[in-house]
């Protein structure tokens, strides 16, 4: 196994332990729902119109960023996507 200069090691057998350690912190930061598992991460938020978005992911994200910041921990842009479901009235 090759050195690991920051995050955890992939394919270790603490990895999971590990992952969760290393990011308990900033699940335990954000506000609103979310869904966890390993180094994935969801965000779960609903509103009703007028109002085109949720201020609070909003907030979750920027929570996010700034704990990567502090952390050097850069997110795959290519992997983060964005879901909304509802009726079009």
């Known amino acids: 196994m090759g050195r690991c200069e920051q995050g955890v090691p992939q394919a270790s057998v603490l990895g999971p332990l590990l992952i969760v350690i290393y990011v308990n912190d900033l699940l335990e930061s954000i506000s609103g729902f979310s869904l966890s598992y390993a180094d994935d991460l969801k965000l ?46």
Do not use: A, E, T
Not at 46 to 74: A, T
Not at 78 to 83: A, T
């Open 44 to 89: 779960v938020g609903s509103w009703k119109p007028p109002r085109c978005k949720s201020p609070g992911i909003q907030n979750d994200l920027d929570i996010i960023i700034n704990w990567s910041k502090i952390w050097s921990s850069d997110f795959n842009l290519l992997k983060c996507k964005s879901m909304s479901i509802g009726r079009k009235d």
